[in-house]
């Protein structure tokens, strides 16, 4: 079963403060690891992706820091802002063959308090 | 820029009763999903298809039918509703770049109901 764990369920932080989500993963076979960020009634929309031939992405205010030994990936959000406020997906694929899909961790409601 | 575009919004259904859930992409993308979304489960992955004329079951295809005939369209069918399929189906659509399935893109969601 791929499958691609996601935690914490739910988390809240103050405005500033550095939310953390991390993820782990089975299949060794992955080699796309993407984030979405939804909002309420949205559809997701890709917010920052990372593949495992680094350790760190950054993107504005918004990091990825990966590490393959482990099978574990994580988002981190500089700054926080209550407009970041969402429900954040992590996600894994594999490239080549025929699995063109994505595999999704539960997600994350994260509320920034202002 | 439409991106993909699910029809209808929003709809509440009988027991037994059946729909289709349309999603179009304007994107010239050759794959094409269909996805649920219930609280505390993420997305998932219920069928697929990688090309007009092909399609693929997922995590969860039990219930539920899709085809695409056309290269922009991929569509949803429910042929007996249960009350077990109310949920969020988004669509998404996405493109490869060399070997690579790139840039998911989703559409806003269809909310259905079944009593």
């Known amino acids: 079963q791929q499958q691609v764990k996601q935690s914490p369920q739910s988390l809240i932080v103050q405005k500033g403060g550095i939310p953390i989500i991390n993820c782990a993963y089975e299949n060794t076979a992955f080699d796309y690891f993407p984030w979405y960020q939804q909002f309420p009634g949205k559809g997701p929309a890709l917010l920052i992706a990372?593949?495992?031939?680094?350790s760190e992405k950054k993107e504005g205010r918004f990091t990825i820091s990966f590490n393959k030994s482990a099978k574990q990936f994580s988002l981190h959000i500089m700054d926080s802002q209550p407009g970041d406020s969402a429900t954040y997906f992590c996600a894994g694929g594999t490239s080549g063959g025929s699995n063109y899909k994505l595999t999704f961790g539960k997600g994350t409601l994260l509320t920034v308090n202002p | 820029n439409a991106g993909v575009t699910q029809t209808p919004k929003f709809r509440v259904l009988k027991t037994g009763q059946s729909m289709t859930l349309l999603c179009a992409q304007d994107m010239n993308h050759e794959y094409m999903y269909w996805y649920r979304q219930d609280p505390g489960m993420g997305l998932r992955l219920i069928h697929y298809?990688?090309?007009?004329?092909?399609?693929a079951k997922g995590e969860v295809p039990d219930g539920y039918n899709v085809s695409r005939l056309k290269k922009q369209n991929f569509l949803l069918g429910l042929e007996s509703a249960a009350p077990s399929q109310t949920s969020v189906y988004f669509c998404a659509s996405s493109y490869i770049s060399g070997s690579w399935n790139f840039g998911y893109t989703f559409g806003s969601g269809t909310r259905l109901t079944v009593v």
């Open positions: 298809s990688v090309g007009e004329g092909t399609t």
């Open positions: 990372i593949r495992p031939d680094v």
